[in-house]
């Protein structure tokens, strides 16, 4: 509850610091431990999507490629709503191979990167590596790409775990 004062604060819908749930004791709840997909899971997830759109673009499979392969929180892909846009395709640089994450669309570190698919010899990754990565998230990117505008609207995340948990 306190937070969703807080949020109606930034959105302009509340007083400034107005918030009667300050003071109300937090429930603690226990979280799981996420779970981590294998490679194989992750590309037959990929496969199945698209198999299922018979080749019609899905911001499904951006959101799964981008997410393990480019290490990107899903408010980066999709931006929170009434806060910050998320990731661009004008953002994705297939030339140079890298991302551009925008301040306004950060949420990891809140400052503006690149994460770049190339060799860096000082953190020990070579051309190789960086070019099989990267390789493998353009493979399923380039069928989704659009010129212009977001790579996922937001909420695309509920449908994807809505499917998989039917599935």
């Not at 698209?50 to 892909?77: D, N, V, W, Y």
């Not at 306004?104 to 590596?129: C, H, M, N, Q, V």
Request: a positive charge; hydrophobic letters at 40%.
């Amino acid at each position: 509850m306190c937070h969703l004062y807080k949020r109606a604060s930034v959105w302009g819908w509340s007083p400034s610091g107005f918030n009667p749930a300050k003071d109300v004791v937090r429930l603690r709840v226990r979280r799981k431990e996420p779970s981590v997909w294998s490679a194989d899971d992750l590309r037959s997830c990929l496969q199945c999507y698209q198999r299922q759109l018979h080749g019609k673009p899905s911001t499904r499979i951006a959101i799964l490629a981008l997410g393990p392969f480019a290490g990107l929180l899903l408010s980066e892909i999709e931006g929170v709503a009434g806060e910050r846009d998320g990731l661009s395709w004008e953002d994705i640089d297939f030339k140079r191979r890298h991302i551009h994450i925008r301040l306004e669309a950060a949420r990891k570190l809140a400052e503006l990167r690149y994460i770049t698919f190339t060799a860096k010899p000082e953190s020990g990754l070579s051309e190789d590596p960086a070019a099989e990565i990267w390789n493998a998230m353009a493979s399923w990117l380039l069928p989704e790409l659009k010129l212009i505008g977001p790579v996922a609207g937001r909420k695309s995340q509920g449908d994807i775990n809505r499917e998989l948990r039917d599935a």
